[in-house]
């Protein structure tokens, strides 16, 4: 069983920044894909990052268009944590952002379905004002 914890949400200006922080535990961290993901009022959870394993020390990331170049995925493996760090913000990122675990991700392989993350956290509020 592997538990995912959230932290890093709040209320921020449009332009501003924030990182949101997720800790697991289990032991199977360094091999398994991590994603964010997020929900906004009225809409379904959509993909955001996924960071993934390549083998060895080698990981991918991935993004979703809209937020390619402001989004950063990124994991420390000795503290079991994976980090999104978000710039250049804008209300449209206003949503619930989750964090997730895939652990049947195949080598060098990017999961961005929902349905390929085994362990969900329960969520961090990101609101970005106008």
């Known amino acids: 069983q592997v538990q995912l914890l959230e932290s890093g949400g709040g209320l921020v200006q449009a332009g501003g920044s924030l990182r949101l922080s997720c800790a697991a535990s289990g032991r199977t961290f360094s091999t398994s894909a991590m994603g964010w993901f997020r929900q906004a009022p009225g809409k379904e959870r959509e993909f955001v990052a996924t960071h993934s394993w390549g083998g060895g020390n080698t990981y991918l990331a991935y993004y979703v268009t809209s937020v390619k170049g402001r989004f950063t995925i990124s994991r420390d493996n000795a503290k079991n944590t994976v980090y999104l760090q978000m710039n250049s913000l804008k209300p449209e990122d206003t949503a619930v952002y989750y964090c997730?675990?895939?652990?049947?991700?195949?080598?060098?392989?990017?999961?961005?379905?929902?349905?390929?993350?085994?362990?969900w956290g329960q969520g961090t509020q990101v609101t970005v004002s106008s």
């Open positions: 997730a675990a895939g652990q049947r991700q195949p080598l060098s392989t990017v999961l961005t379905a929902m349905r390929d993350y085994d362990y």
